[in-house]
């Protein structure tokens, strides 16, 4: 047995291979590009169950489901195989990443990672996991609440304070937010969570002068991170211009950082065969998803949205490629691709597309009627609105504002979606609807622009 960073045996007698497993750690609390590390720790000890599991979540984090599952039935060999101890801990990680991957659980998943943090409240690993999964089904309560379990024994600890700032601030909690950020780069400066929940506080707070020259002062820090935080550092940049209503500086963003052309394509500035993962991949979900909302507000804030033509038409492919118009599980995800396909004219597929996303909701065990009242009524929201009833659009979208959270992604990702209902209320005159339901929003610039529209 050797102990990780946590201090948490792990069924290994590798100096090597726990080496990199605390690498791999490492790389993903600062969203690094070497994750691939975990490899170097199976090759160091082919029999350790914890590095193949770790590995599985490498691989599904590059969009590799196929490797993630040889990475479990490897790891299931060794469980069933193996004369050594195996401990709890690594048992309830690999039962964790069963039902995630090959069950398609993610509530099971979430379950699995709860129970080890009752035997194991430091692992921070495991701690980042089950947030994550709290936070993709839209619970930002479960989100706080996973943090407060183990507070008592990972206050002080790096990488911690980040995790507890970013759940604050979805629960609405931005000040003590903002300081818990601040306090998690005094830890350690490499936790750029904390960067990034700092963005967020500026953002919830309507800061948004000094959050542009905030991200400015600190980008530094973060350009040679992955693609998914840098592209979603970015997405938070071209957000403080919306809301500003600097359209134009919103689509600099999104042409240099976020959905780059061939020539500014920044994916190759290295060279290097072990970077994992580039600055930008265009096949990335989540760089996907950064992409395609901030097109679709930048649409909605612009008089003329023609400029967003060939912007629109440049996301398809990889999109297509990408979704293979089946449900992600990400809600969010799926209803920007669907107004990707009606933004191309994609009418067809736009309704294929509808098809396979309420045959999915159908067969959901686990927050089916939550899934029907605000995924599926604002899918329908969005064929409504594209069929040219925006009446129509604008009261399924009044029905599913309760329930947006469903959809997952972050209060400031799924403003998209309260965006789409606020043109809708402009588009069809309920001027004073739109009133009272701006006085529940924050006092920005561009919700300024909207009183006197």
Known sequence: ?????????????????????????????????????????????????????L??????????????????????????QSTREITSRERLYFSSYWSLIIDGSLPQAQLHLATNLKINPTDLFSLKRSQLYAFVQGDSKEMLAIIHRVENECVGKPYFHSMRAF??????????????AHYSLEIEPK??????????????????????RWFHQHKQLWSDSMSFFYTHMYFHLALFHLESNDVKSAIDIFDTHLWLSQTNDYSKTKSSEDLSFSRNDK???????????????AEMCSEDPSPLTHRWKDLLSPVLARSSLESSGEGLYDLLVLRLLYANGEKDRAREFQVKLKEWISKQNERKEELENGFLTTIEAIAAENDGDSA??????????????????????????????????????????????????????????????
Request: charged residues 20%; proline residues 2%.
């Open 1 to 53: 047995m050797k102990n990780d960073i946590f201090g948490i045996p792990v069924t290994t007698n590798s100096e090597k291979a726990i080496t990199h497993i605390n690498h791999f750690y490492e790389q993903v609390f600062t969203y690094g590009q070497k994750w691939n590390t975990i490899l170097e720790a199976i090759n160091s000890d082919p029999n350790c169950v914890l590095a193949h599991v």
């Open 167 to 180: 759940a604050l601030e979805q629960v609405g909690e931005a000040s003590a937010a903002d300081q818990d």
């Open 283 to 297: 096949t990335n979900l989540q760089d996907q998803l950064s992409a395609i909302n901030v097109l679709w507000r």
């Open 392 to 453: 129509k659009a604008a009261q399924l979208m009044g029905r599913a504002l309760p329930h947006l959270a469903v959809v997952g992604g972050s209060v400031e990702q799924r403003d998209v979606l309260i965006d789409f209902y606020m043109q809708l209320l402009l588009a069809t005159n309920q001027t004073d609807t739109l009133e009272q339901f701006l006085q529940t929003r924050p006092n920005t610039q561009r919700n300024a622009r909207l009183r006197k529209t």
């Open 191 to 212: 936790d750029v969570w904390g960067h990034h929940a700092i963005l967020h506080t500026h953002l919830a707070e309507a800061r948004i002068e000094e959050g542009i």
């Open 55 to 80: 590995a599985a979540d490498f691989h599904i984090a590059r969009n590799s489901r196929e490797d993630a599952v040889s990475s479990l039935e490897t790891a299931k060999s060794i469980l069933n």
